[in-house]
T-cell receptor
Framework: DAKTTQPPSMDCAEGRAANLPCNHS???????VYWYRQIHSQGPQYIIH???NNETNEMASLIITEDRKSSTLILPHATLRDTAVYYC???????????FGAGTRLTVKP | DAGITQSPRHKVTETGTPVTLRCHQT?????MYWYRQDPGHGLRLIHY???????DKGEVSDGYSVSRSKTEDFLLTLESATSSQTSVYFC???????????FGPGTRLTVT
């Protein structure tokens, strides 16, 4: 069971990069890392996912360490609207769902 | 937003009454999911479907049943609602082989 560990909360200044860490030391070779976020009262929103290589899309970048035991989600220029709970998830092979933990509550401050 | 709607968005019901929540999608995705979200527990999977009439249980399926008679609709039924089923219920669909999930806006259910 590849679990993840995230800090419960983080702050970031508006306009600065937000770097959200995630530890997944028991990840297996074919398990992907996913990131979602949930803005208050809304449904979770998919952000990005990766296996080994770093990934970037219009929302964020995902940096996965070479040993795959940790990853970092980067929001390059955080805005107030990025304030949300961010979930790092490792999906076990054979699981059809996402197992959401407690996540990191990111607060972007003016 | 993957064309997912949930109805009703809010519901208050009494203990012991049956309740059905509806999830509707417009893009013919095969996989659909029902989650519940409670303080201190995060999101937990109730049931999911991998096609018409094909469903399976999730982590917290007791007290819930589901049906999927057509691709676009996935129904969640509480046969006899209890106060412990007060929660926010989210429906999701899965896109493709990468298991990305897209969530609906949620239904807030209160059982009194």
């Amino acid at each position: 069971d590849a679990k993840t560990t995230q800090p419960p909360s983080m702050d970031c200044a508006e306009g600065r990069a937000a770097n959200l860490p995630c530890n997944h030391s028991t990840i297996s070779g074919n398990e992907y890392v996913y990131w979602y976020r949930q803005i208050h009262s809304q449904g979770p929103q998919y952000i990005i996912h990766g296996l080994k290589n770093n990934e970037t899309n219009e929302m964020a970048s995902l940096i996965i360490t070479e040993d795959r035991k940790s990853s970092t989600l980067i929001l390059p220029h955080a805005t107030l609207r990025d304030t949300a709970v961010y979930y790092c998830i490792v999906r076990e092979e054979g699981n059809n769902d996402m197992r959401f933990g407690a996540g990191t509550r990111l607060t972007v401050k003016p | 937003d993957a064309g997912i709607t949930q109805s009703p968005r809010h519901k208050v019901t009494e203990t012991g009454t049956p309740v059905t929540l509806r999830c509707h999608q417009t893009e013919n995705h095969r996989y659909m999911y029902w989650y519940r979200q409670d303080p201190g527990h995060g999101l937990r999977l109730i049931h999911y479907s991998y096609g018409v009439k094909d469903t399976d249980k999730g982590e917290v399926s007791d007290g819930y049943s589901v049906s999927r008679s057509k691709t676009e609709d996935f129904l969640l039924t509480l046969e006899s609602a209890t106060s412990s089923q007060t929660s926010v219920y989210f429906c999701a669909i899965r896109l493709g082989l990468a298991y990305e999930q897209y969530f609906g806006p949620g239904t807030r259910l209160t059982v009194t």
